[in-house]
Every structure is written in C-alpha cells, then in structure tokens.
C-alpha cells in the first residue's frame, strides 16, 4: 500500500474538524452581532436606537405645517395624559375647538390653576370632575398652542391607538413599572441559543465519529499483508505526549502567553479605575424605561424637565410620577411606595447612575438645546432598558473624541459666520467640529 495515503488521513480528519468549527465560530459570530453591548456609543455618533419622541407625519385637514407641528408638540408635552378621541387621564380632546374657545384653552395651557381660581365655571367642574388633579403649566407660545389644537381638529375620529403615544385606558393594564429581574438589552434569542447548542452537538458527534471511523480504519490496515516496513511504522506511531509536555517550546510559548494575558488584565485595571461604565444601581422603586419611554413613548423631557434648558437633566420629583399614578396602577406596590413618600413627606431616594468628577463643568442644555443631540447618543438604548445602567465611559477622552469629531451646525446661525470664515481661511479640507471652535482647550471644561 502507498504510505502516502496513510499520511493524508491525518489531514483529512483534521480537515473535517476546521470545517465544522468554522461554522460553529461563524454562528457565534451572528449571534453577537445581533445583541447589544454595554460598551458604549462612539463619541460623536447617535446610538442605532430610535428615539422615543419621533414626530409623525402629518394627517388631515387645517394646514400641513401647522398640524405638523401641533403633532409633535402634542406627543411631547399632551400624549403623557391626553388622547384625542379616548379618555386617559385627563378628558379626550375631541371637539375642544367646538366646547372652548381658543382664548380660553390658551390661558387654561399656560395656568390652568390660575384659571380655576378664577372661578370659571367649566374649569372649576372640570377640575372636579377628574378629581381635582391639577394639570401641569405649559411655556409654550400662542402660536404653538393653536397648532396643537389643529393638530387635534385633524384627528378628530381616528383611531385612539394612532392618535396617541402614551398610557391609554385599554394598555394601562401593563403599566406595572416594575422591572423584570435578568432581563438584559444583550441577552441573545432563544433561537441563536439553540442554534449553537445544536451546532456544538453536532461538532461533538462529528469528532467522536471520525474518531471511531480512524480507529477502525487503521485495524483494517493492520489486517493487511501488503504494507511494507514504513507503512507499519506510520501506522503503529503513537504520539508522546510526555516528550510535547516537556517541550522548551511549548513551555516557552504558555509562559509568553500567560504573561501577557497578566499584562494585558493589569493594565485594563489600572486604566479603569475610578471609571464605572456599566454600574447599573438598584432604586427603590423598580421603574422600567422600557415600559414608560419605549411602549408608551413618554417624552425624556416630560419627567426630566430641565433637560433642555438647565445644567443637569434634573430627577423627577413624586408630583410628576403622580400626574398619571393618582389614577394609573394605583394598587401597585411599587407605585404605593409614591404614595408613602408623599404622605411622609419626603423625596424617593432616587440612586444616581451617570455621575462626572466635580473638577469638570458640563451643561446638560448646551448639548441637547444647542447642540441637538439625541438622548441615546450619550445614554444609549435608554427607551430599551427595564433598568438603566451607565451606558457610555464618559472619561475625558471619551469626551475629547467626541468634540473632535463632531462637526458643527452652523447653517442659519449668524454667530458663527465670522468663525466658520476664519477656519475656512486656514484649513478648508476639514470640516467645522466643536474643536475647530475651542471645544478642545482645557479652560472649557475646568476653570
């Protein structure tokens, strides 16, 4: 027999084994494509999420851009506890044109207690009527005002589930806010996990059978008279595995490896100290972002009310959560423990997740008014999160990319004409970042 064919079996089996577990490393690979990582967002780009509080195109009657307008102003400031067609938890808008005049509904949007205590009759009954829950005041101009209500007049009889993105009286039923224990944004299908349970099976019968299918072949062979002295030999060969353990390469080889892999974690330690990327604290009450911000679409700004016009994305206090709750899930445990601290008079002890060092100056407003960044560019998939957790490093560096590869909106703006000119002069090719107007000098962050 030629030596040459017992040679390649070998090869041929080792073949087989690469095969398969290329497939199982490419399935692997799917499946970690398709989960979301606590990583964190690259500086200067929005997360793949989509925002809670997209503005839908505009529907029927009065005029389009008005409509348009009062449609994302509605979701934004009125779906939280209006529908136009259905009662929530405040009245269906329906026919507000018709029932009040729009002198009355502009001064009842900005101080609807000023209103009541003037004693009008349809605000005081009205006030009565949904358990003298006080609504909130509005900032919003004439202008916006009558947009909305345009908005309403066009969806006047439409279904109540288009018309509205917040807690309805039909979905009010899941709005528990309590978050569920292991649930996690990166957690593969059930489907990927038995798909790779399935292939690694397969792997694992596929080596035991090629091993099966080699030692019967070389007891054939060793019934055959034909083979001549080097065939015995490679058939007969054993491998010493003793004499590859003691190998100055192999040893060589595990201590290189085991020391950088040493190296490489001690490193990684010392880098992330102080860093906490990834702390995701338990609350005292289990509110779900997943069920409020994404089911229900309620607006960031709704809760966290300064998000666009102070330095920090202020807590919300007990009297917003209660402007649904005081109708909403009011027998759930977890919306009781609102009541205990508004009956004791204290504020719920909110943990803190996203926390920068007191050495660094940073405005909330300036980049969410100014800049029009996304809540999920720096936050991540919040509207996906049952609890939330430090999404983004938010180191210095983090921050320093972000400024250098963020380019500038200046069109529209005048402020910026003379400096968008300047650095044209200087450097056309690149575009205009933060950087390119100082967003990089130290004095900018810590002074």
């Known amino acids: 027999m030629n030596s040459n064919r017992l040679r390649s079996l070998p090869h041929l089996l080792l073949a087989l084994l690469l095969t398969f577990a290329g497939a199982q490393q490419a399935s692997a690979q799917d499946a970690s494509a398709a989960t979301v990582s606590k990583a964190g967002v690259t500086p200067g780009a929005t997360a793949a999420a989509t925002p809670a509080t997209a503005a839908a195109p505009a529907a029927g009657g009065g005029d389009a851009a008005a409509v348009q307008a009062g449609d994302a102003l509605f979701k934004a400031n009125c779906a939280q506890c209006h529908a136009v067609n259905e009662q929530v938890v405040g009245p269906a808008l329906a026919g507000i044109s018709k029932r009040r005049p729009i002198t009355w509904i502009i001064p009842w949007v900005h101080n609807s207690a000023k209103v009541v205590a003037s004693g009008d009759e349809y605000a005081v009954a ?58 996690d944004a990166g957690t593969p299908s059930k489907a990927v996990d038995i798909l790779l349970i399935a292939l ?13 299918i080699g030692n019967l072949m070389k007891d054939v062979l060793r019934g055959r008279k034909d083979l001549d002295g080097r065939d015995t030999e490679i058939l007969e060969q054993r491998f010493d595995w003793g004499k590859f353990y003691r190998s100055p390469v192999l040893r060589g080889i595990v201590g290189t490896v085991v020391a950088l892999v040493l190296l490489y974690e001690g490193v990684q330690s010392v880098m992330a100290v102080g860093l906490t990327q990834g702390y995701q604290p338990t609350q005292p009450i289990a509110f779900s972002h997943k069920l409020h911000a994404g089911e229900h679409q309620i607006n960031c700004a709704y809760c966290h ?59 909330h407003s300036q980049h969410t008014q100014v800049a029009g960044l996304q809540c999920q560019t720096c936050h991540g998939p919040i509207q996906n999160m049952e609890v939330v957790y430090q999404y983004s490093a938010l180191t210095m560096g983090w921050c320093i990319n972000c400024h250098r590869e963020t380019p500038l909106n ?16 200087k450097n056309a090719s690149a575009p205009f970042t933060v950087s390119s107007n100082g967003g990089t000098e130290c004095s900018k962050c810590h002074y």
């Not at 003298?132 to 209500?149: G, N, W």
């Not at 209660?322 to 004791?344: F, G, L, V």
């Not at 200046?410 to 000119?421: E, P, S």
Request: aromatic letters at 8%; glycine letters at 6%.
């Open 200 to 212: 690694v099976v397969v792997l694992i019968v596929m080596v035991v059978t090629l091993v099966i």
């Open 126 to 183: 009205l006030y009565n009527k949904f358990q003298k829950q006080q609504m909130p005041s509005f900032a919003l101009s004439d202008k916006e005002i009558t947009s909305i209500v345009a908005y309403i007049t066009s969806e006047e009889g439409k279904s109540a589930t288009a018309t509205t993105g917040g807690v309805t009286a039909q979905n009010a039923g899941s709005a528990d806010g309590q978050a569920s224990a292991g649930t």
């Open 305 to 363: 009310t300064s998000v666009y016009k102070g330095k920090s994305a202020n807590i919300p206090s007990a009297n917003i959560c209660m402007n649904c709750h005081s109708q909403i899930k009011t027998e759930s445990p977890e919306i009781k423990k609102i009541y205990r601290a508004i009956e004791r008079k204290q504020p719920v002890q909110w943990v803190r997740v996203h926390n920068l060092p007191d050495l660094a100056y940073f405005n």
């Open 410 to 425: 200046t069109k529209g703006n005048a402020y910026y004409d003379k400096l968008v000119k300047l650095h044209d002069t």
